[in-house]
T-cell receptor, first 113, second 114 residues
């Protein structure tokens, strides 16, 4: 079946530090890959996505590249802010079968001033 | 923001009682989904709908049923609530269910089963 594995949290960083959150996946074929963000007390918002190998998704200074050879979609940001504190979810949708999201367990990011 | 509302936003109920959660959208999207969020599990699919009266099970569907009589409404029913169904429930929508499409999420319903 399909699965997504994310690094355990929480991740605690100082403001302006570099962020990497690792994500690897298992799926047949060529899934679409997503990063969602959940701010405290809110629902999930799409942060970025990539739909084919070597695509780079980017938004609000965050980036992730779809690496088919390593089945990875790591999230990066060059300089985090306190306002980036949230829970980040990596997810996939397969290109065959049920078209629903399969999520990783989430990684909580805490950015300290 | 996508026009998705969920009701109620918070609910406390007792074991054995039926509970219905509602998801309402104003986007006229064809696909609607119910997920539950639990610590350490991310979000998991309960049921989804691909049209009026067309529904299918997800990975954690036991103890839940759904109905969709109108495009805009998708109801989730816990027929006899158990403590293991204490969770945060999210509704999501997508336009036509394609693998490259974004799913948009509602604000969630926090359910506590005593």
């Amino acid at each position: 079946g399909n699965s997504v594995t994310q690094m355990e949290g929480p991740v605690t960083l100082s403001e302006e530090a570099f962020l990497t959150i690792n994500c690897t996946y298992t799926a047949t074929g060529y899934p679409s890959l997503f990063w969602y963000v959940q701010y405290p007390g809110e629902g999930l918002q799409l942060l970025l996505k990539a739909t084919k190998a070597d695509d780079k998704g980017s938004n609000k200074g965050f980036e992730a590249t779809y690496r088919k050879e390593t089945t990875s979609f790591h999230l990066e940001k060059g300089s985090v802010q306190v306002s980036d504190s949230a829970v980040y979810f990596c997810a996939l949708i397969p290109n065959t079968g049920r078209r629903a999201l399969t999520f990783g367990s989430g990684t909580r990011l805490q950015v300290q001033p | 923001d996508a026009g998705i509302t969920q009701s109620p936003r918070h609910k406390v109920t007792e074991t054995g009682t039926p509970v219905t959660l509602r998801c309402h959208q104003t986007e006229n999207h064809r696909y609607m989904y119910w997920y539950r969020q639990d610590p350490g599990h991310g979000l998991r699919l309960i049921h989804y709908s691909y049209g009026v009266k067309d529904t299918d099970k997800g990975e954690v569907s036991d103890g839940y049923s759904v109905s969709r009589s109108k495009t805009e409404d998708f109801l989730l029913t816990l027929e006899s609530a158990t403590s293991s169904q204490t969770s945060v429930y999210f509704c999501a929508i997508s336009e036509s269910g394609g693998p490259q499409e974004t799913q948009y999420f509602g604000p969630g319903t926090r359910l506590l089963v005593l």
